[in-house]
């Protein structure tokens, strides 16, 4: 992996991981290179960017998702509370109140549900739903060139972990995490991801990844029109550790409370694949 670059932002100076850039065109038409650029930046450091530009209606999307995700978190706190779900892991709203972040999750499978989307989310449930089935595509077309990486020859070993066509627990998950007042309030939340591939957007410098070799830490840098991609504990596990689960957490440069929208997408195994059985 080359080495961090810096940077100024918020008038400090910063390291900027390096990160590889991939293109999804080129991946979809299966361009040789770019494959293997896939599969070397999935193995270390287990995140890289996304070009996505190609497709003018997607990066529209992504917008148009950041908006109702905006309008959604400004309703008030009881109308959000009635999307709460007891015990439920991965669906509804959550309020973490000590970070200051809240969410709201919803199932692939129930997306297109009536009722599974709250109302702030109804004028456009199309919008939403397109964005869930591009996110699907940009995430299953990254596993299925991996697959192909990993096991030469076989037929997608790895959608046979996530199963398209099974329920799963693969969800779009939009997260309110403004920024603090005080750097010194944010808390640590450095984790991996349990599941095979998370696509990530965030316009601002508020990613953080462990460098592989060495524990230094470096920042992601947002470029609009690329997801923020990385390899989640399952895919680690599927691939006998030969793809990386790259440490990470949220975190501000400097002080200054700033709002911060976020919008993840994470593909998992189908309901009842166990990565540690396999
Ligand atoms: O809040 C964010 O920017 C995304 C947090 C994250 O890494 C996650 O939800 O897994
Ligand atoms: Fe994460």
Redesign the pocket.
Same mark, same amino acid.
């Given at each position: 992996m080359a080495f961090t670059t810096k940077t100024f932002v918020r008038g400090t100076e910063i390291d900027v991981a390096p990160l590889e850039i991939i293109s999804f065109k080129k991946i979809a038409e299966r361009n040789e290179d770019e494959c293997a650029r896939l599969y070397k930046a999935a193995q270390s450091p287990g995140f890289f960017l996304l070009d996505v530009k190609d497709s003018e209606q997607y990066v529209a999307d992504i917008q148009r998702v950041y908006a109702l995700t905006e309008q959604y978190f400004s309703q008030p706190e009881e109308v959000k509370m009635k999307d709460f779900r007891l015990g439920d892991e991965f669906r509804g709203y959550k309020d973490y109140k000590g970070p200051n972040v809240s969410t709201f999750e919803v199932l692939r499978d129930e997306v297109d549900e009536n009722a599974s989307l709250p109302k702030a989310f109804q004028p456009e449930t199309g919008v939403i739903s397109r964005f869930v089935s591009d996110s699907q595509n940009l995430v299953t077309t990254m596993a299925a060139r991996l697959s192909e990486l990993l096991w030469p020859g076989s037929h997608n070993c790895l959608e046979s972990h996530y199963r398209p066509s099974e329920a799963s627990k693969t969800s779009l998950?939009v997260?309110r995490?403004p920024m603090l007042e005080k750097l010194a309030d944010v808390g640590d939340n450095t #984790?991996t991801?349990g599941g095979i591939l *998370?696509l990530?957007y965030?316009d601002k410098w *508020? $990613?953080q990844i462990e460098l592989p070799n060495g524990g230094e830490w470096a920042w992601v840098d947002p470029i609009p029109g690329h997801a923020i991609v990385n390899v989640g504990d399952a895919l680690q596990t599927f691939s006998g550790g030969r793809l990386r689960s790259c440490k #990470?957490r949220?975190s501000q440069v400097g002080d200054g409370a700033e709002e911060r929208w976020?919008i $993840?997408y994470f593909l998992r195994p189908a309901d009842g694949v166990d990565p540690a059985a396999i």
């Open positions: 998950k997260i995490g #984790h991801d *998370t990530m965030c *508020t $990613t #990470h949220v976020a $993840t």
